[in-house]
């Protein structure tokens, strides 16, 4: 990408690495470390014509959450998200294709959380 000066890296992390959550502290500084190697990426590469983004996520209706999650909690989080549902693998999907679509845009957190923390 350096090479042909032009590209765009779009990472994921997740909204839990913007704001933590009790006993996900691990993950959270995880996610919380793919959020500023992003920007910081971004300054990097944006003089040598490469983008870099990242798209954080909130709850996500996948097979992983419904792992973690039963319904009992999956019900009480749907209540405090503002859209009342969980996302789709699409939302996402959809906010990666914006991301690189978007010529103009780097360094960006995309938060895809239904407004839960809004």
């Known amino acids: 990408m350096v090479r042909n000066k032009t590209g765009c890296v779009v990472n994921v992390a997740s909204v839990v690495g913007m704001h933590g959550n009790k006993g996900q502290s691990a993950y959270a500084a995880t996610k919380g470390g793919v959020i500023a190697y992003t920007k910081a990426l971004a300054r ?15 709850f ?31 939302d996402v999907a959809q906010g990666v ?14 938060v895809i959380d239904g407004g839960l923390f809004t």
Do not use: F
């Not at 990097?44 to 909130?58: D, I, S, T, W, Y």
């Not at 909690?73 to 405090?80: A, D, G, H, Q």
């Not at 294709?97 to 995309?110: I, M, Q, R």
């Open 44 to 58: 990097e590469l944006g003089p040598k014509g490469v983008r870099a983004n990242v798209v954080a996520p909130g």
């Open 60 to 90: 996500i209706d996948t097979e992983m959450t419904q792992k973690v999650v039963n319904g009992d909690v999956t019900k009480r989080v749907v209540e405090n998200i503002p859209l009342q549902m969980l996302g789709r693998s699409e």
């Open 97 to 110: 294709a914006y991301l690189v679509e978007a010529s103009y845009v780097t360094g960006h957190v995309l």
